[in-house]
């Protein structure tokens, strides 16, 4: 299990980057944390990589305390953090056996995996490149190909994807469901399908404050609303649910299993174009984020 108590960190006199969070997961599979620039979540990854130490709270892996058990955490433990770059004046191989050699690995097994991680990530013709000369993506796949060689059970990838092209990615995506099977991940993306399509949980972070945590299912049901309508009707409107304007002119409604029956049987009779689909990640973030600003209640009007 992965526990965080009253979890807070705060910068110098900075307001909190991370505040009271709570939560408990398996630490198995693939969580996935999203949210805004600045939300906490590089914070909250490197506390529980045992890079940082918390303000107040504390936080456990497999009942590893974060900060009392670092040490022994730390061997099975890979990061691959935010803001990594790989070393410029190595090649791609040699960049992935130094690391390997200084987690203890032996220079024989050191090479074997960093050819069998680089052949996997699609990366055998780069083996022998220097980093420096890579593709920004390139050299991000290099890191991913580390941790992975590294084969510790508990990775934490923070923005694994950003930068890389739509292939790279979904290769990524393939690698990261591979991985998941036997290691626990800590992911963090902007990239709200790449959560919706992996995580088995997802946590929503917002200034701080653990706005949502659970699967996808679990997240409709704390946000209230199972089902999203969009159509170009005016005079469509919710009780049960909001309502948000596009910019288009088209409007989306965010509402309950029963009343989404209701409004699209309406929308039927009035022979209207309208769309309905299983509120997605997107309008979940959405609203439990910018919950203030959006939410527009027609019926008050
Ligand atoms: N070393 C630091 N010193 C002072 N403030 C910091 C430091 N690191 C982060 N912060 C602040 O803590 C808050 C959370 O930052 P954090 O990097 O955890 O956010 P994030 O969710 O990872 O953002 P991003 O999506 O941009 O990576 C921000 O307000 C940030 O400015
Ligand atoms: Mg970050």
């Known amino acids: 299990m992965l526990v965080c108590k009253g979890l807070t960190k705060r910068y110098g006199k900075n307001p909190n980057a991370l505040e009271s969070i709570d939560f408990s997961i398996p630490s198995k599979g693939i969580f996935a944390l999203i949210g805004r620039n600045g939300a906490g979540k590089t ?105 992975l060689a590294a084969d510790s059970r508990i990775v934490f990838v923070d923005e694994p994807t950003t930068g890389l092209d739509p292939i790279s990615r979904a290769d990524l995506w393939k690698v990261l469901e591979e991985l998941k099977k036997e290691h626990f991940v800590f992911l963090t993306t902007h990239y709200l399908e790449e959560a919706e399509k992996l995580a088995d949980v997802i946590g929503i972070l917002d200034s701080g404050k653990l706005l949502g945590l659970g699967s996808l299912a679990e997240l409709r049901k704390q946000a209230g609303y199972q089902y999203s309508i969009r159509t170009q009707q005016e005079d469509v409107k919710t009780k049960e649910g909001i309502a948000i304007r596009g910019l288009d002119g088209s409007v989306q409604i965010l509402t309950t299993e029963e009343e989404a029956g209701r409004l699209a049987e309406k929308l039927v009779k009035d022979k209207a174009r309208f769309s309905i689909n299983p509120t997605s990640l997107e309008d979940i973030f959405y609203y439990l984020v910018k919950k203030p600003i959006e939410e527009e209640n027609y019926e008050e009007e």
């Open 43 to 147: 914070t909250l990854a490197r506390i529980l990589a045992t890079e940082l130490i918390p303000s107040s709270g504390s936080a456990s892996i497999d009942g590893m305390d974060v900060v009392a058990d670092a040490t022994r955490l730390r061997e099975q433990i890979a990061i691959l953090p935010q803001e990594a770059r790989a070393i410029p004046w190595l090649t791609s191989k040699q960049s992935i056996v130094s690391y390997l050699l200084y987690r203890g690995f032996s220079l024989g097994e050191s090479e074997e995996r960093a050819q069998s991680a680089l052949a996997r990530l699609d990366l055998q013709d780069y083996e022998n490149k220097l980093t420096r000369i890579l593709s920004g993506g390139l050299k991000r796949k290099v890191l991913v190909a580390t941790i």
